[in-house]
């Protein structure tokens, strides 16, 4: 069954370029429940996943389920991309494909194939849905369902070539915001077309698979076949109850409030206190309307404090750089003190044109010790609740403090 169609676009650069770009189809999310809408995106460029060689008409993506084939619906171009949002109402595993031509007059003939995997809950334990082709020319299997893909795992594909498991196809894995260029991971299909690889960090993901052969019945020497299966890789740690918290508080994800949240944990596991405690006191310095002004907020949903409850306090500093936060036990005396490192600031300043969740998503699997610094401080560094003045105050303090946690 030839499920794709082919959508022939003329490009104005060499074959260089051409080999430099991808086809992806992504979604806004890997599992859904049944009746929830789904975001589906099909976009081709040099940076995953977003869109440098803009699509003037839409490109069936097809829709693999229990063996039917159907076509999204609703498709329109937004942005140089083609684009879907509908209601999934068949819980189960469905395989989302597309497939189309991209060439210029004098180079080779590249036919690219782009598909990804949506499970909907509630699914059988034994659907193995992702599993069913769809039937391209070349073709990348998930023998395992992607939806339960971990960071710094293995992951098993099988390669197929018209339909039949290839050896010796080299493979390689991409995240999100770097050119396609860009291996995280590679590897080459064995004797039955299956490769192994390590799941990178968690985030938005592609594995891609390329075969170059001869052109049959083409005025051309060769053919080359690229084929993406755009995922998402999960944390270890279940980000699940941090976003509900923050929702609760903050309204929406975004990075500062992320890292106001993870730096608030990190530090009540130093001090030995739990959320809501009574012993806990809190100063947030920070400048007013700062892209860091969700930072307290993510204080606020991890730790319980509040300034109603008289244990987190604002105080205003001049700059970002000068943003900190103090935590300190009471009944011990005992502060960790908090520092937003110069590169994660940068980052937030480069991000705030943004989707404000697609980089919450992003920070939220950082290392703590890309996004902040971490400093403990025992009673007879400091007297209790005291910050003498802004920027600087304590640097004496923590240069002979106890070592960085």
Known sequence: ???????????????????????????????????????VGLAAGERFAASSIPLESPVPIHDIFSGADSEIANLRIRDGIVTSRSHMDRPGIHV??????LSNSDGPRVQYTAKT?????????IDRGFERPLNHTLEIIPLTNPASWQAGRKALVRVLLEGNPWPGVKIAVGREGEESGTAHGAAETDSNG?????LPRAGHCYIRAEVTRPANGLDRSA????????????????????????????GELDAP???????????????????GSRTLRIVHWAP???????????????????????????????SAQDVETIFTDVATNRRVVCRIMAQSRRRIEESKDRPAEESAFEVAVEPDDRLFEVTSLYPAELPPDSRPQPPGLIEAAIANAAPRL
């Open 1 to 39: 069954m030839r499920i794709a169609t082919f959508i022939a676009v003329l490009l104005t650069y060499g074959p260089a370029s051409v080999r430099a770009t991808d086809v992806w189809l992504i979604t806004d999310a890997s599992r859904i429940n049944a009746g929830e809408p789904l975001w």
């Open 96 to 101: 989302l494909g597309a497939e189309l031509n």
């Open 117 to 125: 995997i949506v499970t909907v809950d509630p699914i059988d334990s």
């Open 194 to 198: 299956i490769a192994a690889f390590i």
């Open 223 to 250: 053919e080359i076949l690229r084929a993406t299966l755009s995922f998402r890789t999960r944390s270890e740690v279940d980000l699940g109850p941090m976003f509900l918290a923050i929702r609760s508080i903050h």
């Open 257 to 275: 409030a992320i890292i106001g949240y993870r730096m608030s944990i990190r530090a009540m596991a130093a001090l030995g206190v739990s959320p």
């Open 288 to 318: 007013r309307d700062s892209a860091l002004a969700g930072v307290v907020d993510g204080v606020q949903a991890a730790t319980k404090a509040s300034a109603g409850r008289a244990n987190l306090r604002l105080e205003d500093v001049p």
